[in-house]
């Protein structure tokens, strides 16, 4: 089942059984080198994790590393779900892109496109990279792209980008300070927040609008930013959840500082049911802060068909979502797959 975040259910039924093409955005940022900040990845390795979690997207395999990354707590990645519905019911096509990775997967046949960009900057210490830059490259890749589908599905892989996402929201100055997801159960909010508060001590009152972001954003969110308001006719699922929310907050603020047209009308967020009913977060009064209505929702799926031990890890709140699980569920669901088959799929990855 599909539930309704905000908005109305019709543009999601209206893509009942349709098929869509599958991006994953991936992202190094600095920030995640910080001791406890992310658990998504291998400690003293989390820059590995885009790399690993396109790999095992693509191809079922990860080659930079022996194993799928996981937690320390053993959660395995949400490329799981992702990979395990695209077997289930194939994406017509899967691509990547190279937002600052320190390494390149290896994986051969699927486009990966790159933009020049350098991983992004650890928020609590750097003073800032070239927002501007990165924006206009996301309006540029946006304003080309087309889509031979009903319509496109965006994910990310970003470690520690929920506290960049977070710092970005406060920077532009948006009340969301309790309403950011992470991948941890008992969100780390003493380093998360010490983080934030150096970052956002940097701004200063003479910054214009990149500046700002500069100095407390990643790539993922300010390149998807330029993405979608360059992208026209084309339908837009962002998969994922509070990082995709910060995405649509830039959109909202440039919009309020420029002329610019969007159209929120072919935009939707999926998340994952366990995003949408975190009680350390809440995604819907996230996106109740946009200027544009919005749609969103969330599959209603979770693991209690299953009885492995790393899977009930996320329905006991960890992880959450990432490498756009809740989008693929979702697709998977308006294309008839069951939640016994994506359990046994997603079981299957770990024996």
Request: charged share 25%.
């Amino acid at each position: 089942m599909i539930k309704t975040i905000t908005g109305k259910k019709d543009f999601i039924e209206s893509l009942r059984g349709k098929r869509a093409e599958f991006i994953l955005a991936l992202c190094n940022s600095k920030t995640a080198n910080i001791k406890g900040i992310t658990q998504a990845g291998i400690p003293g390795k989390i820059y590995l994790t885009p790399t690993l979690d396109s790999e095992f997207l693509a191809v079922g395999e990860v080659r930079s590393l022996g194993d799928v990354a996981q937690t320390p707590k053993g959660v395995p990645t949400p490329a799981l779900l992702t990979r395990g519905v695209h077997l289930l019911k194939p994406f017509s096509n899967i691509s990547f892109l190279d937002l600052g990775l320190k390494v390149k997967p290896e994986i051969e046949y699927f486009d990966i496109f790159e933009f020049g960009i350098k991983p992004s900057v650890n928020i609590a210490k750097e003073k800032t990279f070239d927002a501007k830059k990165v924006f206009k490259k996301g309006y540029k890749f946006g304003k080309n792209y087309k889509t031979k589908e009903e319509y496109l599905i965006i994910g990310e892989s970003t470690p520690s980008g929920t506290t960049t996402a977070k710092a970005t929201a406060l920077a532009l100055g948006y009340e969301a300070k309790d309403f950011f997801s992470s991948s941890f159960k008992n969100v780390p909010n003493d380093i998360r927040e010490k983080v934030i508060q150096k970052a956002l001590k940097k701004l200063k009152r003479s910054d214009e609008f990149f500046k700002r972001l500069g100095k407390v954003s990643d790539n993922m969110i300010v390149f998807l930013a330029g993405f979608l308001l360059g992208i026209k006719d084309t339908k837009v699922i962002l998969a994922g959840g509070t990082q995709m929310g910060a995405v649509l907050l830039v959109v909202d603020a440039i919009l309020k500082n420029s002329k610019l047209k969007f159209d929120s009308k072919n935009i939707a967020l999926c998340t994952t049911k366990w995003v949408a009913e975190d009680k350390n977060s809440n995604i819907k009064s996230l996106l109740e802060l946009l200027d544009f209505p919005i749609n969103a929702y969330y599959s209603d799926f979770d693991f209690s068909l299953s009885s492995h031990p790393a899977l009930k890890l996320y329905d006991e709140g960890e992880a959450k979502e990432g490498v756009g699980a809740g989008g693929a569920l979702v697709y998977g669901l308006l294309n008839g797959v069951l939640k016994e088959e994506i359990t046994k799929k997603v079981e299957s990855f770990l024996v």
